[in-house]
């Protein structure tokens, strides 16, 4: 009998240790100095769309603006939170995003569906946790290297952060400056309230600024060593000035009102009284083409496809490819 209890408290002992371990492995968050998140373009707006280890994570239109996760082609979409949410980001299997109760599914009751929910969230993608990081009422997020950069909009406003596995939580600097123009361990942002130039945080040396480009400047956006801006001196126009000799020039005349950009080309919504419309062009500004006629907003890209709404209708989202080789069509995940 006592070889038999022995042999049971061993058992025991092994089973709560593989279960210590395999908590620890459920909950270690991947944290590396150079991850970064979704495309400043995307962010800037709205952040809608994300595109991650062969998915497409969403905020579902049609569902409140939950969030859900999709193959590339569309397909095999799955609702992954009940309340909606808003610039998402992510790296290593690891989603992060500011999700609040003001959009709720009424599918679905229990929790995750209580009012008055709000703040920064991590959800991980293999074991379907979710965790609020941040308490707080946030605008843009976005993931720079070990820490997510967020606005906080209470107390006037301001830049805050905090580690991916929920430490160190700090204000950076006391304007609610746009963290999503991320490259290299710089967040790019222009002035809020002291001026609209553009200037330079540097994460990785202690969240100090410095000048970059002095204008009146907005959304900027890091792209083969260039930073894409609209020019509010010139009527909200597209620029773009090099990295190294930071020296503006002119991407399009256009006036503009939303921009994000891929590997290939610059989507715009162009700003027009008579012919507003969703245009396309190199990023040197050269062979701009018509994709969509009508105010558009909220331009988001994958791998795939260029998904946007149109002014005066939230609920509903359209996509087409990034090409243009077909038209634009009513976005209906499968």
């Given amino acids: ?29 991947p944290m590396s100095p150079y991850d970064t998140g979704n495309s400043a373009g995307n962010l800037h707006n709205y952040g809608l769309v994300f595109e991650m280890d062969d998915k497409v994570y969403f905020a579902n239109p049609y569902d409140s603006n939950c969030l859900y996760s999709m193959d590339p082609d569309g397909t095999h979409s799955k609702r992954l939170t009940n309340m909606g949410v808003k610039y998402i980001s992510g790296a290593n299997g690891i989603l992060y995003f500011y999700m609040d109760s003001s959009n709720t599914s009424g599918k679905v009751t229990g929790l995750g569906s209580a009012t008055n929910q709000y703040g920064v969230y991590r959800y991980n993608t293999k074991t379907g946790d979710l965790k609020c990081l941040a308490r707080e009422m ?38 609610m ?42 959304f900027p956006v890091v792209k083969n060593g260039y930073i894409y801006f609209m020019n509010g001196e010139s009527n909200y126009s597209l620029w773009r000035a090099s990295l190294l000799t930071g020296i503006p020039e002119l991407v399009t005349s256009d006036r503009i009102d939303f921009y994000t950009i891929d590997d290939r080309y610059i989507y715009y919504a162009y700003s ?31 791998s795939r496809e260029l998904y946007f709404k149109v002014y005066g209708n939230d609920e509903m989202m359209y996509h087409m490819p990034l090409d243009g080789s077909r038209p634009a069509e009513m976005f209906l995940p499968q």
């Avoid at 009998?1 to 968050?29: C, D, E």
């Avoid at 976005?142 to 906080?152: A, D, H, I, R």
């Fill in 1 to 29: 009998m006592k070889k038999g209890y022995i042999f049971i408290s061993f058992i025991l002992v092994i089973l709560a240790g593989a279960f210590i371990a395999f908590h620890i492995y459920r909950n270690i968050i």
């Fill in 272 to 302: 027009s009284e008579t012919n507003p419309a969703l245009k396309r062009c190199n990023l040197d500004g050269s062979d701009p083409v018509v994709l969509y006629n009508g105010i558009v907003n909220s331009l988001n890209t994958t």
């Fill in 138 to 175: 946030c605008g843009e997020v976005q993931l720079c290297g070990e820490y997510l950069y967020y606005q906080v909009k209470t107390d006037g406003g301001y830049l805050e952060k905090i580690k991916v596995n929920k430490t160190d939580k700090k204000v950076v600097y006391d304007e």
């Fill in 177 to 218: 400056a746009s963290p999503v123009c991320y490259d290299n361990g710089i967040i790019f942002y222009s002035g809020v309230t002291k001026d609209h130039s553009i200037h330079m945080l540097y994460t990785q040396n202690g969240d100090y600024t410095r000048d970059f480009l002095t204008g009146y400047y907005f």
